[in-house]
T-cell receptor, first 111, second 114 residues
Framework: SQKIEQNSEALNIQEGKTATLTCNYT??????LQWYRQDPGRGPVFLLL?????KEKRKERLKVTFDTTLKQSLFHITASQPADSATYLC??????????FGTGTRLKVLA | DTAVSQTPKYLVTQMGNDKSIKCEQN?????MYWYKQDSKKFLKIMFS???????INETVPNRFSPKSPDKAHLNLHINSLELGDSAVYFC?????????????FGPGTRLTVT
């Protein structure tokens, strides 16, 4: 079955450093990967989408990479701030239009 | 303006009861979804509708019945509630069924079954 896994359940990082979150997938090759942010008590908010033919995508301080050989996507937040503290979810859509979400990584940026 | 809204935000009820959660989107999207997020924060799709037509029914017990009266609304009715139904339920929408479409989530409904 298709699986998408986020390696770290939690990640603490010092303010100003770059946070790197990992998303790995097995048993398939998704055409797209999405990243969402979820704050406590709120619904996920879309951040970025990357296609399989794109190696990298950027948006302000965010960068996503997609390595189809390693079956992995990395999500980077540069110059991290305490306001970046949240849970980050990766997701992909299977061939049946079903979105599959990873387990999420809870990021805490320490001031 | 709220893009995707859900009511109620909190729902506390006893086992065996029947309850409904309502969802509305004002984005003009064709596709709507229901997700369940359990205590471990795992977000799992339950249903998706496109233009009021059921597209995905992800092996959800038939005690759960979604209803889409029009493209802007997708309600979730749950019969004979069980303890294991306690979770946060999220409604979401996307432009269409395209697999690269971003989803817009509602604020969630926290259901507690006692």
């Amino acid at each position: 079955s298709q699986k998408i896994e986020q390696n770290s359940e939690a990640l603490n990082i010092q303010e100003g450093k770059t946070a790197t979150l990992t998303c790995n997938y097995t048993n398939y090759s998704p055409a797209y990967l999405q990243w969402y942010r979820q704050d406590p008590g709120r619904g996920p908010v879309f951040l970025l989408l990357i296609r399989e033919n794109e190696k990298e995508k950027r948006k302000e301080r965010l960068k996503v990479t997609f390595d189809t050989t390693l079956k992995q996507s990395l999500f980077h937040i540069t110059a991290s701030q305490p306001a970046d503290s949240a849970t980050y979810l990766c997701a992909h859509t299977s061939g049946t239009y079903k979105y599959i979400f990873g387990t999420g990584t809870r990021l805490k940026v320490l001031a | 303006d709220t893009a995707v809204s859900q009511t109620p935000k909190y729902l506390v009820t006893q086992m065996g009861n029947d309850k409904s959660i309502k969802c509305e989107q004002n984005l003009g999207h064709d596709t709507m979804y229901w997700y369940k997020q359990d205590s471990k924060k795992f977000l799992k799709i339950m249903f998706s509708y496109n233009n009021k037509e059921l597209i995905i029914n992800e092996t959800v017990p038939n005690r759960f019945s979604p209803k889409s009266p029009d493209k802007a609304h997708l309600n979730l009715h749950i019969n004979s509630l069980e303890l294991g139904d306690s979770a946060v339920y999220f409604c979401a929408s996307s432009q269409d069924l395209g697999r690269d479409g971003e989803q817009y989530f509602g604020p969630g409904t926290r259901l507690t079954v006692t």
